[in-house]
């Protein structure tokens, strides 16, 4: 008889917003979802994701992509007002989690895009409280 072999290929990502790993998820509308990512450029610095389990932003279908693009555009625009900063910059690498994600970074200077920050979880915390309300 053959053996089936299941293997759970979720994301990081996909494990954060089902509770499988620890995060700190932001906003979640049922089709995205927001994490402050693990490794932040700056407080406040934000992932954007899909639900759909995609590598490469251009291979998502053309409703999807424009929808993604107007959630990204709504959380900006709060983060911007929370964090109170000049901008908010936006990042599509995608190399290092094979999961869609539009990274959104607050910035007020040139060179805010250039060396990480240490964030506390407590400074993550308040921030995702102000971020709900």
């Keep these: 008889f053959p053996v089936t ?3 759970d290929m979720s994301t990081v990502f996909t494990k954060i917003r089902e509770g499988e790993i620890p995060g700190f998820i932001f906003d979640d ?3 995205f979802f927001v994490i ?5 450029i700056q407080l406040g610095h934000l992932l954007v994701i899909p639900y759909l389990e ?3 932003i251009f291979d998502l279908d053309n409703v999807t992509y424009n929808k993604l693009w ?6 900006s625009i709060r983060l911007q007002k929370i964090i109170n900063a000049k901008k908010i910059a936006i990042k599509v690498e995608g ?3 094979n999961h869609v994600h539009i990274h959104l970074i607050p910035i007020n200077n ?5 060396v990480h920050t240490n964030v ?3 400074e993550i915390l308040d921030l995702k409280n102000k971020f709900k309300n």
């Design 29 to 31: 509308n049922g089709e």
């Design 5 to 7: 072999i299941f293997f």
């Design 120 to 122: 506390t979880d407590q």
């Design 70 to 75: 107007e959630y990204v555009k709504n959380i």
């Design 54 to 56: 995609i590598d490469y």
């Design 95 to 97: 190399l290092e989690v």
């Design 36 to 40: 402050h990512t693990n490794n932040p």
């Design 110 to 114: 040139p060179g805010d895009l250039l």
